[in-house]
Structures are given as structure tokens and as C-alpha cells.
């Protein structure tokens, strides 16, 4: 008997385009993301001796330090994850340079045992194939051809899925969007768009910081010709990262 099940959204896998009945599992996470606040509150209501307060600057402060001793060259390991520097990317000959446009500063994320270990203790359910309308269903950065979520300022992504159209092109409050995970600020796409169809939107991402977005695209379109009467907001399930 596991201990904790995830429940998982079966979607259509847009990297086998060609391949018929493949598809993948999405976790569901709606309501479950946890913050440095979160995580305070728990230790609190958990027994700890320190207040809230010396909690939330506590982690907050590891966190900055981490981030900067991992600018700094340093591998850093927590209990969940191992943090190494890493910079990808091609270097033709010995005596290549780094080229901002061919070369990518990231890191790479390793699970530490104890994390692998707790991960054995869950079961996943299967809820069913995801309502396949209106979504968004991979966001590939062209920059660098990478789909794992990090994205390019100003630079163009292609954005595919279903019934993504965004119009109409006159009214601003349709458009494709970032919206900074933590503080929620908006940044808008703003038209031309290279490409704006059903399935396939190619934009210029705006000059936006380093942080994590949310992509959501606020259309009108419908298949059948006519505008929706009410707004469509579609978001991207896969987090996307500026480095």
C-alpha cells in the first residue's frame, strides 16, 4: 500500500507527432504548489519553537545564499536535489569562447537518495485521457530547440496545441502572455505574431527577467467563425524558465 498517489492527466505526446495513441502523463497539481510561507506555516504548526516570522527569513535567506553560491561555481546540495553548474551547448574547437547565442548558463538538478527513496512510497491513478479542446500543448524555444520550459528573451517561441488562435488582434486584452509565478505580474506579447494559428502560435518573447512564468493565451477564437462571446484562458501546465 502506497503512502501518497499522484493523479495523473493522460495527454496526447507532441513529440511523436506521428505515432497514433501515445501519450503522456501530466501530474495534476492544481492547488499544490508550495511556497517558502507554506513550508514556515507547516514547520509551525508542526511543533517548532521558532516563530513564523524567523522561519520564513531563515529559509528565504538559505535560498538567496544558495543562488548565489551557485553563481559563484559552487555545486550546491540540499536534502531534496543537487544543484551542479553547467553551461550547454556545442564548443567547436579548442579554442572556442563561450557565445551567448549558441551557449546556455543552467544548472542540472540531481534527486538526492533520500528523495529517491521517499519517492517509492507513491502510487500514481490514472484519472483518464485529458479533455482534448482548447490547450496548450508544447512550447518549444527556437533559440535553442529545447522544450524543457526555459525560454529566450527576445527571442521566438513556438507555441502548439489546439484551438490557440489568438483573437481578436484588435482588442489588447488578447494576447499571449508571462505571468511571473511569484509576484503574478503580467507581461503581454504584443502583435505581430509570425505565426497565429488553430494549432501553432510563433512569438517573440518580451525582454522579461530571470524567474519562472506562467504562459496563458486569453483568445476568442472559435473553430466555427464565429468569436466566443466570453474570453478563453488557456494556460501551460509546464512552467517556463528565463536563466
Known amino acids: 500500500m502506497k503512502k501518497y498517489v499522484w493523479k495523473v492527466w493522460l495527454s496526447p505526446n507532441w513529440l511523436t507527432k506521428d505515432v497514433e495513441n501515445d501519450y503522456v502523463a501530466m501530474v495534476s497539481t492544481t492547488g499544490k504548489t508550495l511556497y517558502n510561507e507554506d513550508i ?19 529559509l528565504n535567506r538559505a ?27 556545442s564548443f567547436i574547437g579548442s579554442a572556442a569562447r563561450y557565445d551567448p547565442d549558441k551557449h546556455k548558463i543552467t544548472c542540472e538538478l540531481t534527486l538526492t537518495a533520500e528523495t529517491r527513496k521517499g519517492l517509492e512510497d ?46 481578436p488582434l484588435d482588442e489588447p486584452e488578447y494576447r499571449v502572455y508571462l505571468v511571473e509565478v511569484t509576484s503574478g505580474t503580467e507581461t503581454r506579447f504584443d502583435p505581430p505574431y509570425a505565426v497565429n494559428d488553430p494549432k501553432k502560435i510563433i512569438c517573440r518573447v518580451p525582454p522579461v527577467g530571470a524567474g519562472e512564468y506562467t504562459l496563458r493565451i486569453i483568445t476568442r477564437f472559435s473553430q466555427g467563425g464565429e468569436m466566443l462571446k466570453n474570453p478563453r484562458t488557456l494556460e501551460y501546465e509546464l512552467p517556463l524558465k528565463v536563466l
Open 122 to 167: 507513491v502510487g500514481v491513478e490514472v484519472l483518464g485521457v485529458k479533455d482534448s479542446g482548447a490547450r496548450i500543448g508544447l512550447v518549444t524555444d527556437v533559440n535553442t530547440g529545447l522544450t524543457d520550459g526555459t525560454i529566450t528573451p527576445d527571442g521566438d517561441i513556438i507555441i502548439e496545441g489546439e484551438k490557440i488562435r489568438v483573437l
Open 40 to 58: 514556515a506555516r507547516q514547520m509551525v504548526e508542526d511543533g517548532s519553537e521558532l516563530q513564523y516570522e524567523t522561519i520564513f527569513d531563515i
Open 63 to 89: 535560498d538567496r545564499l544558495r543562488r548565489d553560491r551557485l553563481c559563484q561555481g559552487y555545486s550546491v546540495q540540499t536534502g531534496l536535489c543537487h544543484a551542479k553548474p553547467q553551461v550547454t551547448g
